[in-house]
């Protein structure tokens, strides 16, 4: 794998956890211009708070483009003590507002696994968060959603259409 070129366009991979971690790793194998950076271990809240503090993150540029993997189990959680209460939509526009003035807002997708947690994935494929990430990337690769219409990825449809809009499926090679 060759070194990212900041100066041209490059996409962050936010993963919530290891699961999608391992599922983007063939992403970042094929792709120079894409990082997957250290999950962010348990809840939206804490990327909120990373970023809020700039820690971890790298150099962002007019080039960046963000993907942001999380699990729509849509549970109430505490996220911190300013936001006690809220639901990981509400976290995820703060997110993007603290990233404005590093990022534009149309280059920052969310996607991730409806339901329940990425477990629930692994059954449905049956195959390891791995080779899930191959079959995912096969398909954008080829140019089909067939695999991500599944009642577990399907609400990532149009957050791939908008990507593919934006031209990252084209700069990736996929």
Known sequence: MSGLNRKKEHLYIFPEDN???DMVQCFENECAQIRCLKPFNGYIGKLKEKIGRNVDLPRLN???FILILIDYD???TNYDSEYPICQKTTVINQVKNLLQDRVKQENIFVMGIEFKESENLKKFFNASF???GQILFNDLKNNKTD????EHLQRNINE????KEVGICKFLGI
Do not use: D, G, Q
């Open 130 to 132: 791995e080779e899930i």
């Open 160 to 163: 791939l259409k908008k990507m």
């Open 19 to 21: 699961a999608y971690k």
């Open 62 to 64: 007019e080039y960046s």
């Open 74 to 76: 849509n549970k109430m």
């Open 147 to 150: 695999n991500w219409s599944n």
